[in-house]
Nanobody, 127 residues
């Protein structure tokens, strides 16, 4: 069973930056799509960004486009989410996830296609 572990969360002031990291316990396969999701209290879990292992193509939710950057280091089974110009509405639990064969497609950010999930890490933006 693949395990995903997030790190790098915390509290930052509005307008600030934060970088999240996710490390997988093993390499899944090069057809995988890795993604970042977030869930604020009382809200549904929503997709933020995805990256395709094979070619590093990326896709972003409109709400974060231009502010967040997803990247990967295949050699270390790591995925990153660089977040800039953070706003209070970005506050949430952030989850790393993997879609083993990218069944949902790169541009599909629905949580139902993800096979593996991390436990999440809290990001709080103070105004």
């Amino acid at each position: 069973q693949v395990q995903l572990m997030e790190s790098g969360g915390g509290t930052v002031q509005a307008g600030g930056s934060l970088k999240l990291s996710c490390t997988a316990s093993e390499f899944i396969n090069d057809a995988t799509c890795m993604g970042w999701f977030r869930q604020a209290p009382g809200k549904e879990r929503e997709g933020v960004a995805k990256i395709k292992t094979r070619d590093s193509r990326t896709f972003y939710a409109d709400s974060v486009k231009g502010r967040f950057t997803i990247s990967q280091d295949i050699a270390t089974n790591a995925v990153y989410l660089q977040m800039a110009n953070l706003q209070p509405e970005d506050s949430a639990m952030y989850y790393c996830a993997a879609d083993r064969y990218c069944r949902g497609g790169l541009s599909n950010l629905h949580k139902s296609f993800m096979n593996y999930w991390g436990k999440g890490i809290l990001v709080t933006i103070s105004s």
